[in-house]
C-alpha cells in the first residue's frame, strides 16, 4: 500500500541544536500532519498542513517549532533550539481527504526516535 | 476542544473471546470515527472508519457507532495474540480538521 517515509530514523544531538526532521508523505496525498509521540503513550497532535499553510496547531508546537514543504519536496519539521523535552517520537503522517470516507485515512511513517541531551 | 476518552486503559482476554474497547469524544460537529492499532515500536495503521450512525463490519472487526450519544466502538470476534498492540480510537470534524486521538487501549490477548 501507500508509504510514508520519514528521515532520519534516529536522532540525537545536545541540547540547543537545532534539528530537521524530514517526511516524504504519499505523493498524491494533500494534508500532512507532525504528531509526538513519548514511549508507548498517547500520540499528541502537533501540527497540520495544507496547501502550503498551517492550519491547525497544538499548544504542544511551540514557538521553536516550523514546518514547511517547499515544492512538494519533504515535509519538514525544524526545531530551533531543541529542549530535552522535546526528546519523543515524531511521527508524520498524510491523507488525501478529497472524495469518500477512505480518503480520510491517515497514513503514518516509521516515526523518527528524537533524543535530546 | 475536542477531548476522546478510550477505555478500559488496558485489556487482557484469551485467545477466542471477543473484545470490546470505548471511544467517547466531545465535539458533536465530528464526522471521522476511526479506529487505529499500533504494534510496538512500529507506526500506527488504520484498521476501520465510520461516518454515519450505525454498525460496520471487516472480516473480525465491527465498528460501532452512536454520535447521538459521543460514543464508538471496537469489537474484535475471536481475539488472536497478534491482535496483542495499542489501540488508538481517533476523531476529526473532516476537511482538513485535525485528528484527535485517544490514549490508547492497550490490549494483549494471551494464547
Known amino acids: 500500500g501507500p508509504k510514508v517515509l520519514q528521515i532520519p530514523s534516529h536522532q540525537i544531538i545536545d541540547m540547543g541544536q537545532m534539528v530537521t526532521l524530514n517526511c516524504d508523505p504519499v505523493s498524491n496525498h494533500l494534508y500532512f500532519y507532525w504528531y509526538k509521540q513519548i514511549l508507548g503513550q498517547q500520540m499528541e497532535f502537533l501540527v497540520n498542513?495544507?496547501?502550503?499553510?498551517?492550519?491547525?496547531k497544538s499548544k504542544l508546537f511551540k514557538d521553536q517549532f516550523s514546518v514547511e514543504r517547499p515544492d512538494g519536496s519533504y515535509f519538514t519539521l525544524k526545531i530551533q533550539p531543541t529542549a530535552l523535552e522535546d526528546s519523543a517520537v515524531y511521527f508524520c503522517a498524510s491523507s488525501l481527504e478529497l472524495g469518500g470516507p477512505s480518503s480520510y485515512e491517515q497514513y503514518f511513517g516509521p516515526g523518527t526516535r528524537l533524543t535530546v541531551l | 476542544q475536542q477531548k476522546v476518552q478510550q477505555s478500559p486503559e488496558s485489556l487482557i482476554v484469551p485467545e477466542g473471546a471477543m473484545t470490546s474497547l470505548n471511544c467517547t469524544f466531545s465535539?458533536?460537529?465530528?464526522?471521522?470515527f476511526a479506529w487505529y492499532r499500533q504494534h510496538s515500536g512500529k507506526a500506527p495503521k488504520a484498521l476501520m472508519s465510520?461516518?454515519?450512525?450505525g454498525e460496520k463490519e471487516e472480516g473480525r472487526f465491527t465498528i460501532h457507532l452512536n454520535k447521538a450519544s459521543l460514543h464508538f466502538s471496537l469489537h474484535i470476534r475471536d481475539s488472536q495474540p497478534s491482535d496483542s498492540a495499542l489501540y488508538l480510537c481517533?476523531?476529526?470534524?473532516?476537511?482538513?480538521?485535525?485528528?484527535?486521538f485517544g490514549s490508547g487501549t492497550r490490549l494483549l490477548v494471551s494464547p
Open positions: 481517533a476523531v476529526s470534524r473532516a476537511g482538513g480538521y485535525k485528528v484527535v
Open positions: 465510520i461516518f454515519s450512525n
Open positions: 498542513f495544507y496547501n502550503g499553510k498551517v492550519m491547525e
Open positions: 465535539d458533536s460537529a465530528s464526522q471521522y
